[in-house]
Every structure is written in C-alpha cells, then in structure tokens.
C-alpha cells in the first residue's frame, strides 16, 4: 500500500500559502510533513489536518531554533519513520550542512538505515537518487512550492507551484 505524504519547508510565515496548499491536497494524502522554518505555521492547522484522520509531522529548522515559543524544544530537529519496508529520515538539512552538498546527509542516512531522505533548507527543489538514497527537497513554500511523495515498493513524486502567485 502506498502512503502519499503531502511535503512542505521553509514557509517562513507565508500561512496563506499552507492554507491553499492544504486545501487543494489534504484529502489526497495521508500525512503532511513540515520540514522546518517556520514549523510553528503549521500550528493553525494541526487540528484541522488530525480531524481528517491525516498524520501531521513537523521538523525544527534553524531559524525555529531560534524562536522564543515553549513548544520548540519539543519539535525534533530529526524523526524518522517507516513506510511499508523503507525507512525515511526527515531533518531541516542545517544541521547536517546541506548548503554545501549531501554527503553528510547522506552518511547520517546510512548509519540510521534510512532510504528515503526528505529534507529543505536549501529553498531549492530537488529529487535524486544517491547510493541507494533517495533525496527528496520540496523547496520553499514561503514562493508556494512545495511536494508530493508517494512511498510504496516503488517511489515516486511531484513538485508543484501554486497558480497566482502575487
């Protein structure tokens, strides 16, 4: 059975932008995945997004560590989770210093058993497979971009833009 996760980083306060995003995908999905920066703007959706019987996961970037709010020491700057037999490993990339290419990440992958890779930071999109690895970037949705994985014995995705961007 394959799980459609609904992938979104970097909104950096841009919540009409998640708004829209959910409203067009939600019911198309099992789960959406906040990779950080501004994870917090996920929060006048989370009730919304469990009320549909849909996961909700989110990641602290580094800017959201360095947001004064009583929930962020509980928000994980790395989860991962299983999906049929594949491991997936979820992280901002700050921490694993993405900026400047994926061998950390990919190293941080291997040593946790990890195939599939979502990551941002970056605000640039991307899909690629690497040793084995499959890194996924939804890119930024602060310029209303965002992803769609779907996971499964096989994997496959889609980058989208939302139309009408000022």
């Known amino acids: 059975m394959n799980k459609k996760i609904l992938v979104i980083s970097d909104s950096h306060g841009h919540l009409g932008f998640i708004s829209d995003v959910l409203r067009l995908e939600l019911d ?6 906040h990779l950080g920066d501004a994870w ?9 997004i469990k009320d549909k019987g849909k996961e909700v996961l ?10 004064e709010d009583s929930m962020t020491p509980f928000i994980p700057e790395i989860e991962i989770f299983d999906v049929v037999d594949k491991k997936v490993l979820c992280t ?12 950390k990440l990919k190293h941080a992958s291997l040593s946790k ?6 990551f941002g ?3 640039q999109p991307m899909a690629r497979e690497i040793n ?10 602060r310029d209303g971009i965002y992803g769609i994985i779907s ?3 096989s994997i496959s995705h889609k980058h989208y833009k939302l139309k009408n961007l000022p």
């Open 28 to 33: 198309g999905v099992q789960m959406v995945v």
């Open 40 to 48: 917090f703007d996920m929060k006048p959706f989370i009730r919304m």
């Open 58 to 67: 989110m990641i602290r970037g580094n800017v959201d560590s360095m947001r």
């Open 92 to 103: 901002h990339g700050h921490i694993y210093d993405v900026h400047n290419g994926l061998d």
């Open 113 to 118: 058993g990890a195939r599939i890779v979502l």
């Open 121 to 123: 930071h970056t605000h």
């Open 132 to 141: 084995g690895i499959f890194f996924f970037n939804p890119g930024p949705m």
């Open 151 to 153: 996971i499964g014995q």
